[in-house]
């Protein structure tokens, strides 16, 4: 079985599931014409994000890794009524293409773009005592179990965190691979399996994207503190580009 195949399928369900949308469609061709790699999810993985959030009734949503926000459009539109989705994004350019990406999708009302390396701005809203009820994993991949630490003591009990791209192509089962996001996958996938806090799997997935991979985990426990001595950061504020709720 081939690419071309995975292709066609995820074509034929898009056309089903994941029918032309304005707004998203605007939001690729934006990214694209702003230079931005063309990492995003899916449209059967956006809709699964959505889905997912829809499931957990989800009214506080943390993104890491917003690019020009097409799995920000995603979630934002499944949030209850007054839900907030708060995305983080280490590129400034790539944080002002998702504002006007999210501004022409009608949701800038309701999303927030935090901009800094995610483990900055983590700890600002562990200060806040932020609370979530779905966690997207979707940044740098060398930090992942770092960053999964994090979303286990953001995210409420009953929600969800979801990790993109967790099997490297197969490399994920290379114990001894020198690629460090492979490391940092696997680094991942153990602090996952070994939480007791967790039920958790993970999935090969093939389509448009080629050959890849999403974990889930829901959270069955308390959330964890924050990590050591990551608490006493305050909110900088000047780090938020748009959509500042109170
Ligand atoms: N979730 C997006 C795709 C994200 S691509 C979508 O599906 O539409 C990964 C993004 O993570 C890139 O925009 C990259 O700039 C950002 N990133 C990389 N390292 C980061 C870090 N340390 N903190 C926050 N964002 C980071
Ligand atoms: C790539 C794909 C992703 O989904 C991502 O989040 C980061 C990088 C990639 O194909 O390089
Ligand atoms: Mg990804």
Same mark, same amino acid.
């Given at each position: 079985m081939t690419e071309e195949v995975w292709t066609a399928v995820d074509r034929y369900f898009e056309g089903l599931f994941a029918p032309p949308d304005a707004a998203l469609e605007e939001a690729l061709a934006a990214t694209a014409a702003a230079g931005m790699? !063309?990492?995003? $999810?899916?449209p059967l993985l956006g809709k699964l994000l959505q889905l997912l959030a829809m499931t957990v009734q989800a009214r506080t949503i943390l993104e890491l890794g @917003? =690019? %020009?926000g097409y799995s920000s459009i995603w979630l934002a539109r499944a =949030?209850? &009524?007054g839900g907030r989705l708060i995305t983080l994004e280490a590129d400034l350019r790539h944080a002002e293409v998702a504002q006007a990406n999210l501004a022409r999708a009608g949701l800038a009302d309701r999303v927030e773009v935090c901009v800094g390396p995610a483990l900055e701005t983590l700890p600002t809203l562990a200060a806040e005592e932020a609370r979530f009820d779905l966690v997207f994993i979707d940044a740098d991949k060398e930090q992942l179990a770092a960053y999964f630490r994090w979303a286990r003591s953001l995210t409420r009990r009953g929600g969800l965190i979801i990790v993109d791209n967790v099997v490297r192509r197969g490399e994920v089962?290379? !114990?001894?691979? $020198?690629d460090p996001r492979v490391q940092g996958v696997r680094a991942f996938h153990a602090a996952m399996a070994g939480d007791p806090g967790v039920t958790a799997t993970a999935l090969q997935t093939t389509g448009i994207k080629g050959y890849d991979g999403i974990a889930i985990a829901l959270v069955t426990g308390e959330p964890l503190p924050? &990590?050591? %001595?990551? @608490?006493a950061a305050s909110r900088p504020g000047g780090n938020v580009v748009t959509g500042v709720g109170g």
């Open positions: 790699p !063309a990492i995003q $999810v899916s @917003t =690019l %020009g =949030l209850s &009524p089962t290379n !114990a001894d691979s $020198v924050p &990590p050591e %001595g990551k @608490t």
